[in-house]
């Protein structure tokens, strides 16, 4: 037998625990307050939640009242029995609880279906499952219900309007305890706070969905490109611009009027109907096709840092993880069918070397052909195939997400996990046989045929600005040397060596570094502890003493004092660390 068939780690085991859990929350609600309409309470990815109608809020006090009817009904250890009902008698059943919502539920299912029920005690709910065998599985001071919102029933913004409480659950209270301290530290890494406190963008009712990013902002999003630039042309990578706005002809062409015009911004010129682009690759296939190709040309690879508009739904929206603008680092690979494979190669490799330097470790998904696909099953199969032997060939390990790729080809997906172990999906490998038949793309073979090549889309940070969030967590904020907008604040102890603070920042300056000084006529104390709020590297700090002899005294923001150091040594270590691109 397994071992760790009744243990977290198996995921059909925890949401079943998390599953029955939902039920007891439902059991406790019913308990307290009779009133209120249960709709439905699945098990999460991270958790679980209930759909209700309640006449009232559920405020925190409420909230705090449900939990503790939970924990009783976890001591009671009342027996889960499952059993079902014809749709007959289902239906009267509920509608003798008055239960609306779970009526229409079995109205809605297939003639042939089996409806079954759990009872826990006096309490019974419509469910497939599976569930524990007691409620008394379930470690009731392992429970926190952890936060209330609204939500629509079934999806639908034309109903009713119901409340969704969310909660979690683990097997043991430490197990609890560390996950909520991960989510309160997630909390003071949140990218929407550090991005104000450390002046990097703003969020504003004027443009909903459109960050604004400040100048330390704009340091950060350039050193970024930079690096984007710098690592591209290392490997062999062209890089253009296209449009952002283009006619109604060319979206018709690439697909997008008639499948994702919803998400458009559009408008009208010179009596012609134009949109702004949501996607950088209609412009791409442009550029190809402006003038003819070889084999010999062959790969091609072409990046474009695009800024792209997408009509996100204004609930959806959430700091820079999703916004309405956003600039999409793009790159296209044209290609043969017989590069494919050393091409795919080639982008994991660009992967690995850029999510290394940021310290992000990734789990690679391999997505399929959906039923809703286009072209042949063989190119399919083909493709597919070619992604999955790529990447064992690197040696890289990968799970099979079935039938979830794009309808014009299969895709690798890199989850990115953070320093809080939470996943980021960014990069991606797609590959389309469609997009080139749509376009007429052509290259001349050496057989001196004309043939069509095969397409690489792809993306390894996502977009900036998200993976600005991304990274802004992951580091909380404390930016790598290399990375930081201001990365030394020179401070004198008193106004005498305000003059040396200015000499050493300016000397600084010239060297290519980013330095601010802090002349204030403030205890050095104070000085030192506001830097380090704002998470910046280094702290260099002057008085008489280092103005004579001519060094620094070096502090990190970490608190640890370095001591004095003369200027060329400082200027080496940290440039060094720039060089690098130091994680510290």
């Not at 999460?44 to 705090?64: A, H, K, L, Q, V």
């Not at 603008?325 to 290609?335: G, R, V």
């Amino acid at each position: 037998m397994d071992e760790n068939r009744f243990s977290f780690e198996n995921e059909e085991y925890r949401k079943t625990y998390w599953h029955t859990c939902s039920h007891i929350l439902a059991q406790a609600v019913k308990r307290l307050y009779p009133e209120v309409k249960l709709a439905i309470g699945p098990s999460i990815d991270n958790g679980f939640y209930y759909d209700m109608d309640s006449p009232f809020p559920f405020t925190p006090e409420i909230m705090e009242k449900i939990e503790g009817e939970m924990r009783k009904i976890c001591k009671e250890k009342l027996k889960l029995e499952r059993f079902e009902l014809p749709r007959a008698e289902a239906i009267k059943f509920m509608e003798e609880k008055d239960e609306p919502y779970k009526v229409e539920l079995i109205n809605d299912l297939p003639e042939d279906a089996v409806i079954s029920f759990y009872k826990q005690g006096e309490f019974t709910d419509l469910c497939a499952g599976p569930h524990l065998d007691s409620t008394g599985r379930v470690k009731g001071n392992a429970v926190k219900l952890t936060a209330c919102n609204s939500a629509y029933w079934r999806g639908d913004s034309s109903r009713q309007t119901l409340q969704r409480i969310y909660g979690i659950a683990f097997p043991k209270k430490d197990e609890l305890d560390a996950y909520l301290e991960r989510i309160e530290e997630a909390k003071r890494r949140d990218h929407r706070k550090l991005g104000k406190e450390l002046g990097l963008f703003m969020l504003r009712d004027e443009g909903p969905g459109f960050p604004f990013f400040l100048p330390k902002g704009m340091v950060l999003r350039n050193t970024l490109i930079d690096y984007w630039r710098e690592v591209h042309k290392r490997y062999g990578y062209v890089e253009i611009s296209t449009p952002m706005m283009m006619n109604r002809q060319l979206w018709e062409r690439s697909g997008h009027w008639g499948h994702y015009k919803n998400n458009m911004y559009t408008t009208v010129i010179d009596d012609v109907d134009f949109a702004i682009k949501p996607m950088n690759c209609p412009g791409g296939m442009l550029v190809y096709a402006s003038e003819p190709h070889s084999y010999r040309d062959l790969p091609l690879r072409v990046g474009e840092l695009g800024l792209v508009h997408r009509h996100e739904l204004s609930g959806a929206l959430h700091g820079l993880f999703r916004v309405r603008c956003f600039t999409q680092d793009d790159a296209h690979i044209f290609m043969t069918w017989d590069q494919m494979k050393d091409e795919i190669k080639n982008v994991v490799k660009l992967f690995d070397e850029v999510y290394s330097v940021f310290g992000l470790s990734y789990q690679i998904e391999v997505s399929t052909m959906p039923e809703d696909h286009m072209g042949d099953e063989k190119d399919w199969d083909f493709a597919t195939e070619t992604l999955k032997a790529a990447v064992e060939e690197m040696g890289k390990d990968y799970v099979i997400n079935e039938g979830d790729g794009a309808f014009y080809g299969p895709k690798l997906d890199f989850h990115l996990a953070d320093s809080l172990g939470r996943t980021w999906q960014c990069g991606t490998i797609q590959l389309d046989m469609q997009l080139p038949e749509r376009f007429e793309l052509e290259y001349v073979g050496e057989d001196g045929a004309k043939h069509r090549p095969v397409m690489i889309h792809r993306v390894v940070l996502g977009s900036i600005e998200r993976f600005i969030g991304v990274i802004t967590e992951h580091f909380a904020g404390a930016f790598p040397v290399w990375l930081a907008p201001v990365q030394v604040k020179v401070m004198p102890i008193t106004d005498r060596a305000a003059d040396y603070a200015e000499e050493v920042a300016a000397k600084l300056n010239a060297l290519g570094i980013r330095v601010e000084t802090d002349l204030r006529n403030e205890k050095i104390g104070y000085k030192i502890r506001e830097a380090q709020m704002q998470k910046l590297p280094y702290m260099l700090v002057v008085g008489d003493k280092e103005k004579e002899a001519g060094t620094v005294a070096v502090r990190t923001r970490g608190g640890v004092d370095l001591g004095a150091m003369s200027f060329d040594d400082f200027v080496a270590r940290i440039s060094d660390e720039i060089k690098n691109k130091t994680n510290n």
